[in-house]
T-cell receptor, first 111, second 114 residues
Framework: QKEVEQDPGPLSVPEGAIVSLNCTYS??????FMWYRQYSRKGPELLMY????GNKEDGRFTAQVDKSSKYISLFIRDSQPSDSATYLC???????????FGKGTMLLVSP | GAGVSQTPSNKVTEKGKYVELRCDPI?????LYWYRQSLGQGPEFLIY????????DSGLPNDRFFAVRPEGSVSTLKIQRTERGDSAVYLC????????????FGEGSRLTVL
């Protein structure tokens, strides 16, 4: 079992839909959780950062972390064609040099 | 510039050749990371520098891969005797500190080994 599991998609939705993206993980030592957005042929850019369990909202984006279930989610409200990208979950913790990434989920929002 | 800069953006080489990929991190960022991203995969960790020293090189796949950061700023990833399986996008990221884990990525160097 990989440390971080993420459905690769693609996930196709119409403009205006609510999108739910998810990752599961196996390492209970992970303490901080991130979502990166990656456009085609570009580097990943940090979208949301959450420390430990809970919710965080930023505009149309909401990140949720459930450490008891080892499950994290990213919700996108009122999705736009410009949201079409690959969304990577990433996680890390104290004592870890760096982040462990999921495979990424490709999202396609059609006008 | 304000972001992480990587050169070249694209590199095509022949099997067996030597390749160098360069990363110029965000000014003042002490932590620097190299990742490799294959098609349809997430970034996979290669090596992490804190200042000039390699603090963790456990992700380097074999001894054909080597990276340096001699003055604590610019880093070079070096690949000897390239193989077709080395074809991937090599991503560099920097961070002001390793504590939060927030990484700022460059656009990557796309390596194709023929």
């Amino acid at each position: 079992q990989k440390e971080v599991e993420q459905d690769p998609g693609p996930l196709s939705v119409p403009e205006g839909a609510i999108v739910s993206l998810n990752c599961t993980y196996s390492n209970s030592a992970f303490q901080y959780f991130m979502w990166y957005r990656q456009y085609s042929r570009k580097g990943p850019e940090l979208l949301m950062y959450t420390y430990s369990s809970g919710n965080k909202e930023d505009g149309r984006f909401t990140a949720q972390v459930d450490k008891s279930s080892k499950y994290i989610s990213l919700f996108i409200r009122d999705s736009q064609p410009s949201d079409s990208a690959t969304y990577l979950c990433a996680m890390g913790g104290q004592g870890y040099s760096t982040l462990t990434f999921g495979k990424g989920t490709m999202l396609l929002v059609s006008p | 510039g304000a972001g992480v800069s990587q050169t070249p953006s694209n590199k095509v080489t022949e099997k067996g050749k030597y390749v160098e990929l360069r990363c110029d991190p965000i000014s003042g960022h002490t932590a620097l990371y190299w990742y490799r991203q294959s098609l349809g995969q997430g970034p996979e960790f290669l090596i992490y520098f804190q200042g000039t020293g390699a603090a963790d090189d456990s992700g380097l796949p074999n001894d054909r891969f080597f990276a340096v950061r001699p003055e604590g700023s610019v880093s070079t990833l070096k690949i000897q005797r390239t193989e077709r399986g080395d074809s991937a996008v090599y991503l560099c990221a920097s961070s002001p500190t390793r504590d939060t884990g927030e990484l700022f990525f460059g656009e990557g160097s796309r390596l194709t080994v023929l």
